[in-house]
């Protein structure tokens, strides 16, 4: 009898431990769901506070957020030197030449002939060429008239003054002569030839002297 009682005394201890470390075991192996709930909430907190922080500080953004959202610098506040060429408007033959009499004071002679070079922004070789040769041969030619202030040499951009291709029917860089009386405009020709015979310079030399020969015959 005193027998079966330590063997069931050892059965029923036996059985408790084997129900202690059971439980103890799934004890172990389940997660701490309240400690990692928690750790959850703490790094959610965190992020919150980050995201506040930031908003309300403008120094926590990133370097690139602040290059998008500060405006760039107006151009119109950029001031530069203007070139010699816009100082000078389209350039020192642009301008008519200046008429001045024996005694030093300006004249406006009754009837004048404009010789007038009108041309593009852009300039090329032979347009350059076409310029400065019938200049010089005006300049040569009528010397006379020159000083008198009865002919006035002067080149002109057209593709910044467009009004004139309108008014004179400019396709190209053209040679215009111009009559005027008393100020007012009267009589106009274009000298088309000149691209022409720019390769023979006897022959350019002679087609612009006889043209404005005769142009300025009209003058009384």
């Known amino acids: 009898m005193k027998l079966l009682r330590v063997a069931a005394t050892v059965a029923l201890l036996l059985f408790v431990g084997a129900t ?3 439980l103890i075991a799934q004890e172990v192996s389940q997660p701490p769901v309240a400690e990692s709930a928690g750790g959850t909430e703490s790094v959610l907190k965190t992020d919150t506070a980050a995201e506040s922080s930031s908003a309300d500080d403008p120094a926590a953004e990133s370097p690139e957020t602040m290059a998008v959202d500060e405006p ?4 119109e506040a950029v001031v530069r030197a203007p070139s010699t060429e816009q100082q000078q408007g389209v350039g020192e033959a642009d301008a008519p030449l200046e008429v001045v ?21 852009s300039r090329c070789h ?3 060429e076409i310029e400065a040769l019938a200049k010089a041969v005006l300049e040569t030619e009528f010397a006379s008239q020159v000083t008198e202030g009865r002919l006035r040499w002067s080149a002109i951009d057209m593709q910044r003054n467009r009004q004139y291709i ?20 009267k009589d106009w020709v274009p000298l088309n030839e000149t691209w ?22 009209g003058c009384p």
């Open 20 to 22: 202690v470390g059971m």
């Open 72 to 75: 760039a610098p107006a151009e």
């Open 101 to 121: 009499s024996a005694a030093g004071s300006e004249q406006e002679p009754p009837c004048v002939v404009d010789a007038i070079y009108f041309h593009n922004t």
């Open 126 to 128: 032979t347009c350059l």
């Open 166 to 185: 309108e008014q004179y029917d400019l396709a190209m860089p053209t040679l215009i002569l111009l009559r005027s009386e008393g100020g007012n405009p």
């Open 196 to 217: 022409t015979l720019i390769r023979n310079e006897s022959r350019f030399t002679t087609y612009i002297a006889d043209s404005t020969r005769a142009f300025l015959k």
